[in-house]
């Protein structure tokens, strides 16, 4: 879907050569020519990213940027006549994403435009991936916030090293973890041939976690290859 672009400026001129480019470019835009202007299209309209010219009556683009900041997470360009550095300073101080002097490039701007709509929209889906605060499977509720596990919303507190191994198995039950991904995977260490310590972490958490820890229901061991967390399926409603 197209993004849609907000032009503020009190040159006609200028809001018209900028809105023929980036229409040329696939760009649906909104325009306004004075600050308060501008405002009231943000309530009204669905804005991907703004252009905001400084000098301009009623609320300057300064002001603007701070009004829009408080409520709006999207990107802004700056732009105006003034070219000195403490301009640009004082515009990005307040949260400007990009800053541009007029007489100005059509093609420059579209580009930079271009430029910030992918930054941001790029960062916004990284954040929609990424991974979840908790892990739940049957009764099991894993914190990763702050790092407790729950069962049916009682605490049990972990060490680091069984809340480790646990965020690890829970994070892809069915799969067969041999004991050396499990030292090099939960806990970052090289492997060493010490069987016995994984068996200790194993079954301190299966008395925290089973009913009956000689019958485990979560944590299966699989002879000869390691362990593996019980599936969704696996486990009773």
């Known amino acids: 879907m197209s993004k849609s672009i907000l032009i503020v400026d009190d040159d006609p001129d200028i809001v018209d050569l900028l809105k023929l480019y ?6 649906p835009t909104l325009e306004a020519y004075d600050g308060k202007e501008a ?3 943000l309530k009204n309209q669905a804005v991907d990213l703004a252009i905001i010219d400084i000098m301009m009556p009623f609320i300057d683009g300064y002001q603007l940027l701070q009004m829009i900041r408080q409520e709006y997470k999207i990107p802004v360009i700056l732009l105006s006549a003034k070219d000195q550095d403490y301009d640009k300073i004082t515009g990005l101080k307040l ?3 990009d800053y541009i002097s007029k007489p100005f490039s059509p093609l420059e701007v579209t580009a930079r435009i271009q430029a910030q709509l992918r930054r941001s929209y790029e960062f916004n889906d990284l954040l929609s991936i990424q991974p979840p605060s908790q892990l739940k499977l049957g009764d099991l509720l894993l914190s990763h916030h702050e790092c407790v596990l729950y069962i049916k919303d009682k605490a049990i507190p972990l060490s680091a090293r069984e809340y480790k191994l646990l965020k690890l198995l829970m994070s892809e039950p069915g799969r067969i973890f041999t004991k050396k991904q499990i030292f090099e995977r939960a806990w970052n260490e090289h492997y060493i041939a010490d069987d016995n310590a994984i068996m200790v972490q194993i079954s301190r958490l299966r008395d925290k976690i089973e009913e009956c820890p000689r019958k485990p229901v979560y944590i299966k061991t699989i002879r000869g290859l390691g362990y593996r967390f019980a599936k969704k399926d ?3 409603p």
């Open 22 to 27: 980036l229409k040329a470019e696939g760009y």
């Open 39 to 41: 405002f009231n299209q």
């Open 95 to 97: 949260g400007a994403d």
């Open 234 to 236: 696996e486990l009773s």
